[in-house]
């Protein structure tokens, strides 16, 4: 066979091979070029009919042009399966403008409450405090007489305070030992005191009780008692305490606070304490935000604990009140009406957790 | 209480500007709650005097004057419309650019019938001193000196009224001396010296009326002095303006000079007092517990009831009034009144305030004396009265007439002045710590550590060491005491939430995490609603409930839950699903309070989402819903699903087919779940299917912590092999006793069985269902061979056989 036979066959199968337009027509090149009977097959037979010194040159020619019709196939190949792909893809086209759901983790809620909650625990459990709890159905000698509210505090009348069946003032029943609804949660100052020694420092949070209905009240709401006690804490700690809670709660580096000397039965000297609205966008007035002083030696001493030894501070913050200053709610009856349009638009995503080192909001 | 400024400078002796007192009594205690400046409304209008009033040319009702505003500069031009203008008048201007609060107008400069007006003259109703609006204000002519001047000031006007709250510890500022006296301790001006009397009150005949105290020695304290003095030929006149301005600041109402002098008295010095008109009294006058079921008419012309552990006033004739509270309509002074009887006597606070709660009146002298009037100010205070008697009405009067005697006042404190600085954390020098309790009224011995304190009188809330601190600090200022950092006792925070607390928290966020949104509802409910949901014993039902809607302490949240969702269904929402977690009450005990994560899922709201969809529709929410709420709640909180039991004996508010209860053991109920049952919904008024669950976080048992490293990782590199079943069994067999029947069949090589289908079809009969089970076996050591399935497939259908009498179907 000449050398120029085999150019032959190169030129026609590279022609056939480029003439290719599917992957099934270049397969068929294939077969004619190197299957069985394939021209470049049929050219290898024919090696065994020649003389040795023939067939070398020969063998080498042939195996070079099946090495680049191999090659030349292969090219092909990919082309046509990349164009095959391409075409496929072509017809594959989804309306991507559909809307989709997202979700359960987008569509529940954590109710704005708990999620103050949570940012006033993180808050005070830096400072050390951890969290206590107490029953809402008190009796009158933990929810008033402890604290130093007497039997004759309007507090304590009918039309201030929840008392359960058969409970009543006017009931044959011990003060002391009437059923009440507690009416703030400073009781658990109370069970604190009662149940563990000095250093105390702990938050309670909870519903409260008040037989009050109106625009800006409501016969549940929530309160967080703050409680710490030991041989050493006063005045200049609490005001350090209420500022640094300020100021990490409103999320803010400085936070004007006023103090003014107050009453309640259960603190000595006792405050209250208003913020300047500056903290929640709107500076120029006081908002009122807790009750706090120096724990009444009488409590300290109606808990078990020697008052001339132990001394420290208690608050008490309306943790809706705080909620609609800070989120800017405008009415806490909203807060219990389980309103979904509400509770969308002014609650919390669960992922939302808040941590100090995220920061308390979103 | 509300006084003016003026007032409270009879007492106090200050230049201090407005500011500065309303900023010192809000941080003393004494809390501003308002303050009425006139001078802010009516400030910009002057004194002007009308020169000449001409006839408008162009309006027959209107004159143009020329006023002169100033003294000595031309006059300007005011048309006016008041009948009254005329040459000569003093009146009050108000110029261009003021602000006219009877109108609400703003002066502007513009011609009234083409001629310019430069200001206007004002009528009392202009100013909203009066509903006077006949013509312009029309002054003493002799005040044409004062043109120019403002008529505020003129008319003694420029009084701004402070409104203050007083704590319920602080009877001494319910008078405007014990306002000016906590002012001057603060360090805002001097407390001026007591006034002296002017009359002399103390007369030379005995008061002609008797006055005795009835009451045994159990209730003596109820009233333990009573002074009286008689006041022969009085005329019971209109009281002077100025004192008619001073109370009607206050929010009284003028009435006459008797009335309103014992008014000025209570609101001056805090000392209620109450005069008779002797001429209608009949026999001596006592004061004595009350008669259950006496009656009096009292000066609020309404009749009252007494009890008998009241304390009233009467004479032969019954009672006359509740003493302390209110005096009675048959002795009350007239403008005809000619002989009276001024009564000075002290109430105790507690009885006091429990008549006027239980007869439902409040009134000054309630307020007063219920918080602790002066003691020793009973013969002064009767004393005082007599003389504003003397000098408004006249008359003679009589010796004082004293029954009983004065409660001592004043108590001695044995003060260790340290305590100021250990309590508050500042220094004071006890130089200032003597001169502030001196200032509020105390008299101080400081020989010694140990300070002898005797309080005044005038203070019954001061009676401890710690009170004495608290009066230091009051006047010191509580902004004054510097903020001090508390002791960190870690580095690093600790965690602090307990079990309990970390279990709350972890399941709000699984449950919102699953699409509830977090409702709070109340805690108590209607008695009704509580007795469907197995609660409303007696002793959970509140005494004195704000309505029957919230009257009893509610056994679970799902009514609540429940009702709520109907609520948002009513208005338009088809698909609810609500959470809350929250307290629930067995008994009125601290250990009957559970704590409860209860959810609702109300039509089609699914965990994908809710309502239609164009890649499907979301189906109607059933008990399997709910159910893998539940547990995926419980398996959120630690628990190991698989190994819990589920039974059917959910309670009465579940439909009794389709509900379950998830229980560890035959006691320990850890969740219900299920579709809500029919008669829960009619009962509820809800319409549609709805489902439910409550798990009881309070009854989980305590999560078990073993160290923080996780067990090693057991897993092979072998293939597991899947084999799958389908068992038909009667209709009534569980699911789940062949899943535990398969589960238990190979415990080595058997790592899971899922129910991938159920199946129930005429071919298989009526009473009977299939159930396909795929079982999963895990090769440990070597890959299994034919025979070895073969062996372990046989065992599971022998055991599902055993434990439900199951066939293989073919």
Known sequence: MEAEALTTIETELAGEIAGCDTLASLDDVRVRALGKKGRISGLMQQLGSMAPDERKAFGQAVNALKTQISGKLDTRRGELTAKELANRLATERADITLPVRLGPLSEGRIHPVSQVFDEISEIFADMGFAIAEGPDIETDDYNFERLNIPSDHPARQEHDTFYLSGSLPSDDVGDGMRKVLRTHTSPVQIRTMLNQKPPIRVIAPGRVYRSDSDQTHTPMFHQIEGLVIDEVTHLGHL????EEFCKAFFEVDEVKMRFRASHFPFTEPSMEVDVDAAAIGKPGQWLEILGSGMVHPKVIANCGLDPEKYQGFAFGVGL??????KYGIPDLRDMFSADLRWMKHYGFLPMDMPTLARGMSS | MKFTLSWLKDHLDTDASLETIEKTLSSIGLEVEGIEDPSNALGVFTIARIVEAKQHPDADRLQVCQVEIKPGEPTV???????????????????IGSYIPGTGITLEKRPVRGIDSNGMMLSERELELSEDHDGII???????????????????????????????????????????RDLAAAGVGTLKPE?????????????????????SSQAADACPVFAGRYVRGVQNKPAPSWMQQRLKAAGLRPISSLVDMTNYVSLDRGRPLHVYDADKLQGHIRARLGKAGEKFEALDNKTYVSGDEMCVIADDSGPLGFGGIIGGESTS??????NVLIECAYFDPSRTATTGRKAGVITDARYRFERGVDPDFVVPGLDLGTEWVLELCGGTASKAKIAGAAPSGGTVISFDYGKVQRLTGVDIPASEGKRILEAIGCEVTDNGPQWKVTTPPWRPDVHGAADLVEEVIRIYGLDNVPAVPMKRSHGVTRAVLTDGQRRARRARRTLAGRGLVEAVTWSFIPQEQAEHFGGGAEQLKLANPISVELSTMRP?????????????????FDDVALFELGQAYLDDTPKGQMQLASGVRVGRSQLTGSGRDWRGDAVTADAFDVKADAAALLSALGLDVAKVQVTRDAPAWFHPGRSGVIRLGPKMVLAHFGEVHPATLKLLDIDGPTTAFEIFLHALPPEKRKGRARAALDVSDLLPVRRDFAFVVDKETDAGAIVRAATGADKALISGVNVFDVFEGKALGEDKKSIAIEVTLQPSTKTLTDAEIDKVSEKVIAAVQKATGATIRG
């Open chain 1, 239 to 242: 005001k350090w305490c209420l």
């Open chain 1, 320 to 325: 809706d009140r705080l909620t609609m200053l």
């Open chain 2, 77 to 95: 031009e005011v048309v006016c419309g008041a009948p009254n203008a005329k040459p000569g008048l003093v009146g009050v201007f108000g110029p």
């Open chain 2, 138 to 180: 029309e002054l003493d002519t002799a005040l044409a000196d004062c043109v120019g001047q403002k008529y505020i000031d003129v008319a003694g006007l420029n009084d701004p009224v402070i409104e203050i709250a007083i704590t319920p510890n602080r009877p001494d500022c319910t008078g405007v001396r014990g306002v000016a």
């Open chain 2, 195 to 215: 006034p002296t009397l002017k009359h002399t009150v103390e007369g030379d005949f005995d008061c002609p009326v008797d006055i005795q105290l009835e009451f």
């Open chain 2, 333 to 338: 002074c007239t403008p005809e009144t000619t």
């Open chain 2, 556 to 572: 679970g949240l799902l009514a609540g839950l429940l009702v709520a969702a109907q609520r948002n269904r009513n208005r338009g």
